[in-house]
């Protein structure tokens, strides 16, 4: 089967990113699929995988023994629907052959797409709720998951599942460990926790982490915030908004959760130095018409963030605040800022209709020039070629401030600057 993905995927020398087999930086744009394995017929998952390829995904976020997510869940997992169960006997330490062979069909479909799996082995509720698993059938289930797909070059591991580990520590360690033991450490491994909380409060110093994951859920307005924090940690690690806000999901208190609210998720993300992803209400809970979801606002508004931020050296921008005189705003209309380290380009997110006056000293040549693009559309609009105060004559930068604006009709915007050499 001919493999699109140049897997497995690894972390950056200086651990700020995802680089793929060659070493060249690998853009995570996640979507959850969380019953894909569990759920999904191979028709439904080779439609889905297809779709989220085209749509610009590259990351597909899914559990292999599910049992229909948290607040719903069986005190068992269900069967595929093949009617096949995940374990035999229920006992994870004796994982059904004929199961993994749709998860094995799955894995190599999704290659050829060029995407990459992030597999949760278990949802959690399976280790906090009902106690299935212990650290030795977790440390079993694990090797055996590893040795099985140690030459998939499309795997990454997510430990967890929707749930702190408090209490269970023993549990997830042996699971992780169980894992890099099979697979003798070709495929990275993370941490899914549950609604506002981070993978590095509890694993930060775990020789098996390789990268965090952050839930906001519910607290969107948080995202900025939470993936700075995470991003400042030593050691440095990359950074994944693993689970935001749906879109068109129901039970938010700050709903309802429209595009807008989804494209800052992911602009947040991006200008606080991480990465995301998405997420579709009706999809992931497999509800009456969700095929027809595929191609809502949102995912597609998510392959539009994903060509501007990847339209840069994305893998070396520095967060940068700074960049504001004005107008920075805070929570849910907070603007954000990052910039290259050699000061040849700077992107701004204006996450509403808003005006902000930028320092254009940051950018290191005499002229650089300003264009507007919509996050929504992509539509773009020329806003010039301006003084930096750079390069003037001085001995020191001539300030130069510049007022920016959200154009009409524009519920948000991105402004990039590059240098005019």
Same mark, same amino acid.
């Given at each position: ?15 700020r ?10 853009? +995570?744009?996640g ?19 297809? @779709? ?7 990351? &597909?976020?899914?559990?292999?023994s ?31 052959? $004929? ?6 069909? &799955?894995?190599h ?13 278990? +949802?959690?509720?399976?280790v ?26 499309? &795997?990454?591991w $997510? ?23 099979g697979d ?13 909380t ?21 607290e ?17 690690? %990359? ?10 999901g %129901?039970e ?12 800052r998720?992911?602009w ?14 009706e ?33 070396e921008r $520095? ?22 380290p ?5 992107m701004i ?6 005006h902000?006056q ?11 020039? &300003? ?6 559309t ?6 010039g070629?301006?003084?930096?105060? @750079? ?8 300030a130069?401030?510049? +007022? ?5 009709f ?12």
């Amino acid at each position: 089967m001919n493999q699109l993905v140049n897997g497995p995927i690894h972390v950056s020398t200086n651990g700020r990113y995802l680089v793929d087999a060659s070493g060249a930086p690998f853009f +995570w744009l996640g979507d959850t699929a969380w019953p894909l394995y569990a759920q999904y017929t191979r028709i439904d998952a080779e439609n889905y995988l297809a @779709n989220r390829a085209n749509r610009g995904f590259t990351v &597909i976020q899914g559990v292999l023994s599910w049992g229909g997510g948290t607040g719903f869940e069986g005190r068992n997992p269900g069967p595929n629907a093949a009617g096949d169960l995940p374990w035999l006997n229920q006992n994870p330490a004796t994982p059904n052959d $004929v199961y993994f062979q749709h998860v094995d069909h &799955i894995a190599h479909v999704a290659a050829t797409h060029g995407l990459i799996l992030a597999m949760l082995p278990t +949802w959690g509720y399976y280790v906090n709720d009902v106690g299935t698993f212990t650290p030795e059938n977790a440390h079993i289930y694990g090797e055996w998951l590893g040795r099985r797909y140690k030459a998939q070059p499309n &795997i990454i591991w $997510v430990n967890g599942g929707d749930r702190l580990p408090t209490g269970h520590e023993e549990t997830y360690h042996a699971l992780a460990r169980g894992l890099r033991s099979g697979d003798d450490g070709a495929h990275l491994i993370t941490y899914h926790p549950c609604g506002w909380t981070h993978s590095s409060q509890y694993f930060h110093q775990s020789d098996w982490l390789d990268f965090n994951m952050i839930q906001t859920w519910t607290e969107w307005a948080k995202v900025y915030p939470a993936v700075a924090y995470d991003f400042a940690l030593l050691p440095t690690r %990359p950074v994944i908004l693993a689970e935001g806000a749906y879109e068109n999901g %129901p039970e938010y208190p700050q709903g309802p959760i429209t595009p807008l609210i989804v494209r800052r998720q992911a602009w947040w993300a991006y200008m606080a130095g991480g990465y995301s992803t998405y997420g579709q209400n009706e999809m992931w809970r497999m509800q009456s018409g969700w095929v027809s979801t595929y191609d809502t606002p949102a995912a597609i508004h998510m392959g539009i963030y994903k060509d501007i931020a990847t339209s840069r050296d994305w893998w070396e921008r $520095v967060p940068d605040q700074g960049m504001f005189a004005s107008g920075v705003s805070s929570e849910r209309t907070l603007n954000a800022a990052v910039r290259s380290p050699q000061g040849d380009w700077a992107m701004i997110y204006l996450s509403s209709q808003c005006h902000v006056q930028i320092h254009m000293d940051k950018l290191q040549t005499r002229h650089a020039q &300003i264009t507007l693009v919509n996050p929504a559309t992509g539509e773009k609009v020329d806003g010039g070629i301006h003084e930096t105060g @750079n390069l003037s004559g001085s001995q020191f930068p001539q300030a130069r401030l510049r +007022w920016l604006s959200t154009p009409s009709f524009w519920e948000d915007a991105i402004v990039l600057i590059d240098a005019v050499m």
